[in-house]
């Protein structure tokens, strides 16, 4: 969870509204976290969710490309060029831990969870290809704050496995806040990286859900 702890302003307008967006919208708060990274997880959970996060993030889906190539007038972009290729090499570390989790553990509503995977990754796809300057910026940075809660699942899947944890590149929690808060935005930009940011945060917390949903559904079967 990000904190008010690195000096940036988390009110409701302004600079910082993507932290005080984390801070109730981001996958963090999801109540099925902890069961995943708790010590006795079950690793038909683990496995799934791992499945479901490549299912969804397995493929470069553009956002930071958009991003990079609609450059905001006066604020600082250096951090898009680092951040793609931390996520590149995340994606690495994502299809490396699936085949090392083993097969997709069997679910009932299998298809019905395919079609909303699909979902989910055409989700991304249009905040990718909106054309609403700030909007593909605001949805790389949620997707950099969940991808903290996102990582922490995969190492925890990893360890299970006995799978090496390689080191992780992506900007911390103070340089995610800096870079949400694009001190020399214009009110419209922020307001267009906040809206791509809600609707990431928001896919995200479905797919948490969905995740939840299939692990209800096994222990049920």
Do not use: K
């Not at 988390?10 to 069961?35: K, M, N």
């Not at 791992?50 to 397995?58: D, E, Q, R």
């Amino acid at each position: 969870m990000l904190t008010v702890a690195t000096g940036v302003h988390l009110g409701s307008g302004g600079p910082g509204t993507i932290a005080a967006l984390a801070v109730t919208d981001s996958c963090a708060q999801h109540p099925f976290v902890p069961r995943l990274l708790g010590p006795h997880a079950a690793g038909r959970d683990l496995a799934d969710a791992i499945h479901a996060l490549c299912a969804v993030h397995g493929r470069a889906n553009m956002i930071f490309e958009t991003a990079a190539r609609q450059r905001i007038p006066d604020v600082d972009h250096r951090w898009l060029d680092d951040a793609a290729a931390a996520i590149a090499a995340e994606r690495g570390y994502l299809a490396a831990l699936t085949a090392a989790v083993g097969p997709l553990p069997s679910t009932p509503g299998q298809a019905e969870s395919d079609s909303a995977f699909a979902a989910l990754r055409h989700a991304f796809d249009t905040l990718a290809g909106s054309d609403r300057l700030g909007c593909a910026t605001g949805a790389a940075i949620a997707l950099l704050i969940d991808w903290q809660t996102f990582r922490r699942i995969c190492d925890t899947a990893a360890e299970r496995v006995g799978l090496e944890t390689p080191p992780c590149d992506l900007p911390g929690e103070v340089a995610i806040v800096r870079i949400g808060a694009a001190a020399g935005a214009s009110p419209a930009v922020h307001r267009a990286m906040r809206f791509g940011a809600q609707q990431a945060f928001a896919q995200h917390r479905g797919l948490l859900c969905l995740i939840e949903a299939r692990a209800t559904a096994r222990d049920r079967h």
